[in-house]
Nanobody
Framework: EVQLVESGGGLVEPGGSLRLSCATSGFAFSVNTMTWVRQAPGKGLEWVASIYRDYTTNYANSVKGRFTISRDNGQSMVLLQMHSLKPEDTAVYYC????????RGQGTQVTVSS
């Protein structure tokens, strides 16, 4: 059974930082592309970033230069380091096995507000 468990969300002021973690099990982590998606209040799922089996990465323009996705194949974990957070980054963040977010965890809430 595939399990994806996100953690690390919270309330942060604009300009602040957070690091999200996703612990996984039940599939061959090291050969899978891993993705972070998010859903802001009242909006659909938005792709944020992906990391491929060869460790190459890709980012949405809205987060490029501020967010960094990484993976730890030994721990079967994917991370999202977020800097210079903005109010528009407020969303539930999910790690996912696919860019559309079809197979994702339960999510972790990130709120950026003063």
């Amino acid at each position: 059974e595939v399990q994806l468990v996100e953690s690390g969300g919270g309330l942060v002021e604009p300009g602040g930082s957070l690091r999200l973690s996703c612990a996984t099990s039940g599939f061959a982590f090291s050969v899978n592309t891993m993705t972070w998606v998010r859903q802001a209040p009242g909006k659909g799922l938005e792709w944020v970033a992906s990391i491929y089996r060869d460790y190459t990465t890709n980012y949405a323009n809205s987060v490029k230069g501020r967010f960094t996705i990484s993976r730890d194949n030994g721990q079967s974990m994917v991370l999202l380091q977020m800097h210079s957070l903005k109010p528009e980054d407020t969303a539930v963040y999910y790690c996912s096995l696919d860019p559309s977010g079809t197979t994702r965890g339960q999510g972790t809430q990130v709120t950026v507000s003063s």
